[in-house]
């Protein structure tokens, strides 16, 4: 399924409940889903055009399909620098925990690796939104931030739904996913400073009540 969201940035819902979700930012695909995510991807994008296609971060229920998407529509593709390396090579092990959990996931949903044509950093642009630094949750996690409306494609730096439940509710990413959970508060407290209108996520709904974002921050600051 495929709606738009905000002027020029619609939400692609890849698995049912809004729990895995890509973006489509004017003509920039943010995020592939797993590895079996194609279809319903290319589905979503039968009347569009893209140019380019972008990761958050290179977990594999992000870049699942990504080899596939590059490949298909002939486009770049742009990841964040730290994550590149693994989204190269597949070697994954500064990316993610070892544990039970993730290693199912990985197992389940990891795509094969692809070349990365651009390393993201700090104020690049991408379709009119500002690519951001926000490592914790991977090494080379990015959002992507539209100033002027205050649009926010966040990733997985903060989860809308409960993994068990997929009931809505704002939440710090799993610890089992995460490798560095305290650089990621600090990228909580990053955003919540730009006082955003919309935030996208990875997993769940987008979010409009700030003062939901405002609560965790200060609960974790």
């Given amino acids: 399924m495929i709606r738009e969201i905000a002027p020029e940035v619609y939400q692609i819902s890849l698995m049912p409940r809004q729990s895995i979700n890509a973006y489509l930012i004017k003509d920039v695909l943010v995020d592939a ?38 490949e298909s529509y002939q486009v770049p593709l742009w990841v964040g620098g730290a994550d590149a390396h693994a989204m190269e090579t597949g070697n994954y092990d500064k990316l993610i925990p070892k544990n039970s959990i993730s ?30 630094e926000v490592p914790g949750h991977s090494p080379g996690h990015v959002a992507y931030w539209r100033e002027k409306d205050g649009i926010l494609i966040l990733g997985d730096v903060l989860r809308n739904m409960n993994y068990a439940t997929t009931l809505t509710g704002l939440a710090e990413p799993p610890k089992v996913f995460t490798p560095d959970p305290a650089l990621n508060r600090k990228s909580i407290l990053k955003i919540a400073q730009l006082k955003p209108k919309l935030i996208t996520f990875g997993h769940g709904a987008p979010l409009t009540n700030m003062d939901k974002l405002y609560k965790l921050a200060d609960k974790i600051s």
């Fill in 33 to 70: 889903g797993s590895r079996h995510s194609f279809k319903t991807i290319a589905k979503a994008l039968k009347n569009k055009k893209i140019s380019a296609h972008a990761l958050t971060h290179a977990h594999p229920d992000h870049q699942g399909s990504s080899k596939q998407v590059c």
């Fill in 103 to 132: 290693n199912f996931v990985d197992k389940r949903f990891r795509g094969p690796a692809h070349a990365v044509d651009k390393q993201l950093k700090e104020g690049d642009e991408v379709a009119g939104f500002t690519v951001l």
